[in-house]
T-cell receptor, first 115, second 116 residues
Framework: EPEVTQTPSHQVTQMGQEVILRCVPI?????FYWYRQILGQKVEFLVS????????KSEIFDDQFSVERPDGSNFTLKIRSTKLEDSAMYFC?????????????FGPGTRLTVT | AQKVTQAQTEISVVEKEDVTLDCVYE???????LFWYKQPPSGELVFLIR??????QNEISGRYSWNFQKSTSSFNFTITASQVVDSAVYFC?????????????FGTGTSLTVIP
């Protein structure tokens, strides 16, 4: 069964460093998402991406964040200058065509620790 | 305002007891979707069920059942004869068709502990 994959599973970085979290969505999916979950809290929407552009973003997704689909398979989230409060689990998700239903398939997550 | 409210932060039950997890949502859309996800200690999100706003039929899947009531904007989840493996955090989520991105709005989760 196809699945969303994310790398790395755990990333440790120092405050102020740039990080790139990588995701490989399911191959025929068209909609891509990033969510964040601070430890012990709820899962929060960051950004949705369709047709090579951002379709919607939350207030969390400020100028420090960017997303890219550099090739036909990867979907990345970049944090330009990490802060301690960026420490969280980051989930990537993908969805098929709009008319195919709302299901989003989540990856296993990348745990980001900023020290 | 919270779109999805899970008032129960933590629940503990003894194995084989039944337990109901509450979820109340808020939306102006007439077409929307509701979901339940399980998050075990390993951290991944495991899809349990999706319900369409226009289908109020309750659903049973093994020991799991879901009660969707539009009149009270609730989508509650019951585990019958709970087992230790059910221990996890459970999230209810809402997806609104009107949103361009169809993003999910998650509740704050209910941490369920099943005591052997």
């Amino acid at each position: 069964e196809p699945e969303v994959t994310q790398t790395p599973s755990h990333q440790v970085t120092q405050m102020g460093q740039e990080v790139i979290l990588r995701c490989v969505p399911i191959s025929n999916h068209l909609y891509f998402y990033w969510y964040r979950q601070i430890l012990g809290q709820k899962v929060e929407f960051l950004v949705s991406f369709y047709n090579n552009e951002i379709s919607e973003k939350s207030e969390i997704f400020d100028d420090q964040f960017s997303v890219e689909r550099p090739d036909g398979s990867n979907f990345t989230l970049k944090i330009r200058s990490t802060k301690l409060e960026d420490s969280a689990m980051y989930f990537c998700a993908s969805r098929s065509a709009r008319l195919a239903g709302p299901e989003q398939y989540f990856g296993p997550g990348t745990r980001l620790t900023v020290t | 305002a919270q779109k999805v409210t899970q008032a129960q932060t933590e629940i503990s039950v003894v194995e084989k007891e039944d337990v109901t997890l509450d979820c109340v949502y808020e939306t102006r859309d007439t077409t929307y979707y509701l979901f339940w996800y399980k998050q075990p200690p390993s951290g991944e999100l495991v899809f349990l069920i999706r319900r369409n706003s226009f289908d109020e039929q309750n659903e049973i899947s093994g020991r799991y059942s879901w009660n969707f009531q539009k009149s009270t904007s609730s989508f509650n989840f019951t585990i019958t004869a709970s087992q230790v493996v059910d221990s996890a955090v459970y999230f209810c989520a809402l997806s609104e068709v009107s949103n361009t991105g169809n993003q999910f709005y998650f509740g704050t989760g209910t941490s369920l502990t099943v005591i052997p």
